[in-house]
């Protein structure tokens, strides 16, 4: 297995999920418009993929290119999925939209009173929404790198 490959395309999801982050665009994947939910998970995933094609730029073009789209296509299809997840598991008004000093504060346990209401009603379902959501991201980084392991 390619370990620097990974590493590249770790740190790419990573730096999309963590850096690339925007309530706004958190708030808009998961409003009740499809066309809003659909372009807001398009531009989410879309950033995603422009975050591997520049991660990658010692790459060949066309491999680049190949992991930019892969990865904009399965991002896409992954948050789409846990949006329908989300809107069957919670009620409209429960749904808390994390922000960045949202996670801080949570690990350093000075979380707000909303945070702390949704975490005491919704952590087990939350935390295992998560860590399904990004074992499946995983699972596609690891996929494309053992796809491609030594292709180019």
Do not use: C
């Amino acid at each position: 297995m390619d370990i620097h490959l990974l590493l590249l395309l770790l740190i790419a999801h990573i730096f999309g999920d963590v850096f690339m982050y925007s309530p706004k665009l958190s708030t808009g994947k998961r409003t009740d418009s499809h066309y809003k939910m659909t372009g807001s998970l398009l531009i989410h995933s879309i950033l995603h993929a422009a975050v591997v094609w520049l991660i990658l730029w010692k790459y060949p073009l066309q491999f680049k290119t190949t992991a930019a789209i892969y990865f904009l296509i399965l991002h896409f299809i992954i948050d789409y999925l846990r949006i329908l997840i989300e809107k069957n598991i919670y009620q409209k008004d429960e749904l808390v939209i994390f922000k960045r000093r949202d996670i801080l504060n949570f690990l350093f346990k000075k979380n707000s009173a909303e945070i702390n209401l949704f975490l005491n009603n919704h952590f087990h379902k939350w935390i295992l929404q998560n860590i399904m959501d990004q074992s499946l991201h995983l699972a596609t980084i690891i996929f494309f790198v053992l796809m491609f392991d030594n292709s180019f």
